[in-house]
């Protein structure tokens, strides 16, 4: 069966630090990843996916398949960036496996 | 465009009582999505619809739990009775439709139950 984990629930880092949020993943097939993220007070959205090879908000996720992992990253933390992000995986038919979450907070 | 709007916001019950949440997709949103988040957890998928047929309800608890989305537009999801471990936020969400190219999922506001 398809799992995502996300091994840290909390994180902190300092304003201008690097970011990085851990996500592995457990499935047999060539799988969708996506990062969502949920600020205080506002509706669960969708941050990036893996295929479109974006940089949003200055964050990035590359796919690494032989360690089955899709880190967040981002160089310089920003006191916006506090938020819940989750770590997610998509198999041909849209259903989304979530991870349970890493509560990010960015100390000034 | 307005968003994915869900009543009510908060709802408290007592243990074996039934409740129903409501969800509005966003319009033209072919493919309807309920999720269950419980406290630490991520959202784990209940159902999914795709116009008023359901596409997967592998994780629904169907002795209990509920969902119909008539005319494709409007989806109600039912909890009869409920217990206390189904205390969590109750999200919905909708995409463009559903098919092999990923559509990006709205979510709405959630409905937070508590079941005392």
């Known amino acids: 069966a398809q799992r995502v984990t996300q091994p840290e629930k909390l994180l902190s880092v300092f304003k201008g630090a690097p970011v990085e949020l851990k996500c592995n993943y457990s499935?047999?097939?060539?799988?969708?990843l996506f990062w969502y993220v949920q600020y205080s007070r506002q509706r669960l959205q969708l941050l990036l996916r893996?295929?479109s090879r974006e940089s949003i908000k200055g964050f990035t996720a590359d796919l690494n398949k032989g360690e089955t992992s899709f880190h967040l990253k981002k160089p310089f933390a920003q006191e916006e960036d506090s938020a819940m992000y989750y770590c997610?995986?998509?198999?041909?038919?849209?259903?989304?496996?979530f991870g349970t979450g890493t509560r990010l907070t960015i100390i000034p | 465009e307005a968003g994915v709007a869900q009543s009510p916001r908060y709802k408290i019950i007592e243990k074996r009582q039934s409740v129903a949440f409501w969800c509005n997709p966003i319009?033209?949103?072919?493919?309807l999505y309920w999720y269950q988040q419980i406290l630490g957890q991520g959202p784990k998928l209940l159902i999914q619809?795709?116009?008023?047929?359901?596409?997967?309800d592998s994780q629904l608890p169907k002795d209990r739990f509920s969902a119909e989305r008539l005319k494709g537009v409007d989806s109600t999801l039912k909890i009869q009775p409920a217990k206390l471990e189904d205390s969590a936020v109750y999200l919905c969400?909708?995409?463009?439709?559903?098919?092999?190219?990923?559509?990006?999922?709205?979510f709405g506001p959630g409905t937070r139950l508590t079941v005392t």
């Open positions: 969400a909708s995409s463009l439709e559903f098919s092999q190219q990923y559509y990006e999922q709205y």
């Open positions: 499935y047999s097939g060539s799988p969708e």
């Open positions: 893996h295929i």
């Open positions: 997610a995986l998509s198999f041909g038919n849209e259903k989304l496996t």
């Open positions: 319009s033209g949103h072919a493919t």
């Open positions: 619809f795709q116009n008023n047929g359901v596409v997967d």
